[in-house]
């Protein structure tokens, strides 16, 4: 089964960091570009870290430029998202997702876009004191 499931997240106060997981399973990792996306209550869904899929380039929103950093083990399967100084308007439902290395685009044009291979169910941030 073809899946990638997210972890990490949680309640954190103002200030604080998270390290958030996403496991593949069921594909090769290596051949995919992953980003993290969320999507807090009333908004829609952002693209805010994308990585590439061999030289590990990567690519951030401006909300969280500096703050957050996307890395990825493909001999684990997994990429995380370690957030640092988290404030209450990274509250929001966090998702990863795949998309085939093998498709002509560019990292920000896919952090832009919601037409991926795969999706996780997502893992709750909560930023509050």
């Known amino acids: 089964q073809l899946q990638l499931v997210e972890s990490g997240g949680g309640l954190v106060q103002p200030g604080g960091s998270l390290r958030l997981s996403c496991a593949a399973s069921?594909?090769?990792?290596?051949?995919?570009?992953i980003g993290w996306f969320r999507q807090a209550p009333g908004k829609e869904r952002e693209g805010i870290a994308c990585i590439s899929a061999s030289v590990g380039a990567t690519w951030y929103a401006d909300s969280v430029k500096g703050r957050f950093t996307i890395s990825r083990e493909d001999a684990q399967s997994s990429v995380y998202l370690q957030m640092n100084s988290l404030n209450p308007e990274d509250t929001a439902v966090y998702y990863c997702?795949?998309?085939?290395?093998?498709?002509?685009?560019?990292?920000?044009?896919?952090?832009?876009?919601?037409?991926?291979?795969?999706w996780g169910q997502g893992t709750q941030v909560t930023v509050s004191s």
């Open positions: 069921g594909f090769a990792l290596n051949y995919y570009r």
């Open positions: 997702a795949a998309l085939r290395a093998s498709i002509a685009t560019t990292l920000r044009r896919m952090c832009g876009q919601t037409s991926l291979d795969y």
